[in-house]
């Protein structure tokens, strides 16, 4: 089994291995409260999506003859996720009807706080196996307070058979890493 011992790099004393890498096709992404029809035909509909980033505000204090610089506040980046508009408009239906409870655009009404149309997500890197709950998972990332600030529906033309792809981006409030190495599940809030 040269393959598995020999290729990989060395630190210390420990054994060269080659590492399975994390493969881009093999993820779902789950929502609560999308809309107000069930997520389900939306997660079966998922095409691709970022992960979450962040980003912290630079603090520069002066001192004595130079100047230090410390992290400051943090903001998580939008992710962006896009899906199959499918014929029974199930895609576009539960992101119209997410919008509305954003902001209801006939009526000219809001909501009157966060808690009335925000949702959350969760992004999952699975590992190829067909295992049931979450013995499939690797890693998953929690997004919580999440809306649409802007919705993409998609092109039409005569000219490709491609799909339609409709693309939202995601803004939310905070992210949770949670790592499943080794199948445990520790948490960490990032």
């Given at each position: 089994?040269?393959?598995?011992?020999?290729?990989?790099?060395?630190?210390?004393?420990?054994?060269?291995?080659?590492?399975?890498?994390?493969?881009?096709?093999?993820?779902?992404?789950?929502?609560?409260?999308?809309?107000?029809?069930?997520g389900l035909l939306v997660t079966q509909n998922v095409?691709?999506?970022?992960?979450?980033?962040?980003?912290?505000?630079?603090?520069?204090?002066?001192?004595?003859?130079?100047?230090?610089?410390?992290?400051?506040?943090?903001?998580?980046?939008?992710?962006?996720?896009?899906?199959?508009?499918?014929?029974?408009?199930?895609?576009?239906?539960?992101?119209?009807?997410?919008?509305?409870?954003?902001?209801?655009?006939?009526?000219?009404?809001?909501?009157?706080?966060?808690?009335?149309?925000?949702?959350?997500?969760?992004i999952e890197t699975l590992d190829g196996t067909q295992?049931?709950?979450?013995?499939?998972?690797?890693?998953?990332?929690?997004?919580?307070?999440?809306?649409?600030?802007?919705?993409?529906?998609?092109?039409?033309?005569?000219?490709?058979?491609?799909?339609?792809?409709?693309?939202?981006?995601?803004?939310?409030?905070?992210?949770?890493?949670?790592?499943?190495?080794?199948?445990?599940?520790?948490?960490?809030?990032?």
């Amino acid at each position: 089994m040269a393959v598995l011992s020999n290729f990989g790099i060395p630190v210390g004393a420990s054994t060269v291995q080659t590492l399975m890498p994390k493969l881009q096709y093999r993820f779902r992404v789950t929502f609560t409260g999308l809309g107000i029809a069930t997520g389900l035909l939306v997660t079966q509909n998922v095409i691709s999506a970022t992960r979450p980033s962040v980003d912290h505000e630079d603090v520069t204090i002066d001192t004595y003859n130079s100047k230090i610089r410390l992290a400051g506040k943090h903001m998580w980046q939008d992710v962006t996720v896009v899906l199959r508009d499918d014929t029974n408009n199930h895609v576009i239906l539960a992101i119209r009807d997410q919008l509305d409870k954003q902001v209801n655009h006939a009526s000219q009404e809001s909501a009157r706080s966060g808690i009335d149309y925000k949702f959350s997500m969760k992004i999952e890197t699975l590992d190829g196996t067909q295992g049931t709950g979450d013995s499939a998972v690797i890693d998953s990332w929690e997004l919580d307070g999440c809306f649409l600030p802007n919705t993409t529906f998609g092109d039409l033309n005569y000219a490709t058979s491609d799909v339609v792809q409709v693309s939202m981006t995601v803004r939310y409030d905070q992210a949770t890493l949670n790592p499943f190495a080794n199948k445990s599940s520790a948490a960490t809030t990032v």
